[in-house]
Nanobody, 125 residues
């Protein structure tokens, strides 16, 4: 299996900044390839939505609501990704989930999608 460990998040005032990090590791076997790393979020009473995803090779998708404020970066050497969140707004509040689409090799080789445990981001004065 593949484990995603998220760090960062917390409480910040409107206009402030936060950074989220996500590191992928194999609990058994190894990760052969990562197709994408990114974040989705769930706001209270709303469905989970894409925030930012890095597909590698310079291909990145951002939600319209975060373009120009959030920056995703990827460190393939560490199987990690980071999300810099700037000019935060109250509507950015929610639980942020790291997501990875990977090829994992253990007794067999399979492609799978995995989720982190979630990190709370609260933007409030």
């Amino acid at each position: 299996q593949v484990q995603l460990v998220e760090t960062g998040g917390g409480l910040v005032q409107p206009g402030g900044s936060l950074r989220l990090s996500c590191a992928a590791s194999a609990t058994s076997g190894y990760i052969s390839w990562i197709y994408s790393l990114g974040w989705y979020r769930e706001a209270p009473g709303k469905e989970r939505e894409l925030v930012a995803v890095d597909y590698g090779g310079g291909s990145i998708t951002y939600a319209e609501s975060v373009k120009g404020r959030f920056v995703i970066s990827r460190d393939d050497a560490k199987n990690a990704a980071h999300l810099e969140m700037n000019s935060l707004k109250a509507e950015d509040t929610g639980v942020y989930y790291c997501n990875a689409d990977v090829i994992h090799t253990d007794s067999t080789t399979k492609r799978g999608e995995f989720w982190g445990q979630g990190a709370q981001v609260t933007v409030s004065s």
